[in-house]
């Protein structure tokens, strides 16, 4: 199955052999995908809607891979137990959201050793959550789609020390492996400071306040990295 630069990057980041709970499967072209090609053993291909799990279901009826995807309707991990699977992929869902749905299920959560992860927005929290909780970001891509830059993270199970604020945002393996995308993924982290900022400007008291004084600084290092 032809996917597209997004999916085609999480699948990527699945390690060969791996269990798989694609949640949010939406239409099913990962879990498909990671099954066709060989990457995935098993994925379990969750969606808390009735019509894209009816649409995926049609799919994999098709390929005739039953005995290797489970369709289940069902919100995040709940439906899913501990060692079921070894991997959980989420994508296309806010930051925050994917918090929720990790937190929501400890038991399962703990029996796993990756985490595929395409946050749209909150990413420096996510990653801040990860660390917390005893995961590591392992790998890290930026990928271009239908006219959006998308962060990638491949999470693995492990204390390490949790990288500086500027490095969550930009993504700690991102400025190490610095791809092609990075100083407009930096350059798109700035605008939103410098709008946050220009909009203190308004006010003397905003000027006057501690938070300016941080958002002025946290841009000032942006910039830093910025002309690596």
């Given amino acids: 199955m032809q996917l ?7 699948a990527s980041f699945v390690p060969r052999g791996s269990r798989v709970a694609d949640v949010g499967t939406d239409h099913g072209h990962l879990a498909l995908t ?21 649409a995926a ?3 994999v009826q098709s390929a005739g891979l039953a005995e290797q995807i489970a369709l289940r309707q069902s919100n995040g991990l709940i439906g899913i137990a501990p060692m079921e699977v070894d991997t959980v992929c989420l994508a296309g869902m ?4 994917m918090i929720e749905i990790l937190s929501a299920a400890p038991a399962t959560v703990k029996r796993l050793s990756t985490l595929v992860l395409q ?3 909150a990413a420096m929290e996510l990653r ?10 392992a790998d890290e891509a930026l990928v271009e789609a239908d006219g959006r830059m998308y962060e990638i993270m491949q999470a693995k199970r492990g204390k390490k020390p949790t990288p500086n604020r500027i490095l969550l945002e930009i993504g700690p393996m991102l400025w190490k492996k610095k791809p092609p995308l990075l100083r407009r993924h930096i350059e798109v982290l700035l605008l939103g400071k410098q709008r946050a900022l220009a ?22 290092n942006l910039e830093a990295y910025r002309a690596w």
């Fill in 34 to 54: 990671l099954v066709q090609e060989g990457t995935a053993d098993f994925v379990i291909a969750s969606d808390k809607n009735e019509g894209p799990l009816a």
């Fill in 4 to 10: 597209d630069a997004r999916l085609r990057a999480i």
């Fill in 57 to 59: 279901s049609h799919a």
């Fill in 199 to 220: 909009g203190m400007q308004k006010s003397e008291t905003a000027q006057k306040s501690r938070k300016y004084a941080e958002t002025k600084a946290y841009i000032e």
């Fill in 94 to 97: 806010g930051g925050a959201l």
């Fill in 128 to 137: 801040w959550w990860l660390y917390q909780n005893d995961w590591y970001i």
């Fill in 119 to 121: 946050p749209q927005g």
